[in-house]
Nanobody
């Protein structure tokens, strides 16, 4: 089993910054891409950003230039630095990854429990 533990959410004023962290632990042989999704009230969950184990990144158009994703492969941790936050960034943010627990096992997808980010005007 693998657990994803998120931290770093909270309340911030528009224009401010937050940094989210997500650490994977448990039985891990390899981790593929790691990413962040978010879900605002009444909306579908959407991809915010993801990063491959080689460091390639992609971002939703709405966060390009404001958010930066990074990862520490030695710590199985992914980060999301969020700058210039606005009220439309308010959502629950979820960490996501696919993990191979053993060399001969198939990849399984895991989600974090979610962390609330609230941006006030």
């Amino acid at each position: 089993q693998v657990q994803l533990v998120e931290s770093g959410g909270g309340l911030v004023q528009a224009g401010g910054s937050l940094r989210l962290s997500c650490a994977a632990s448990g039985t891990i042989f390899s981790i593929n891409a790691m990413g962040w999704y978010r879900q605002a009230p009444g909306k579908q969950r959407e991809l915010v950003s993801r990063i491959t184990n080689g460091g390639s990144t992609n971002y939703a158009d709405s966060v390009k230039g404001r958010f930066t994703i990074s990862r520490d492969n030695a710590k199985n941790t992914v980060y999301l630095q969020m700058d210039s936050l606005n009220t439309e960034d308010t959502a629950v943010y979820y960490c996501n990854t696919k993990v191979r627990e053993r060399w001969n096992s198939v990849e399984r997808e895991y989600w974090g429990q979610g962390t609330q980010v609230t941006v006030s005007s």
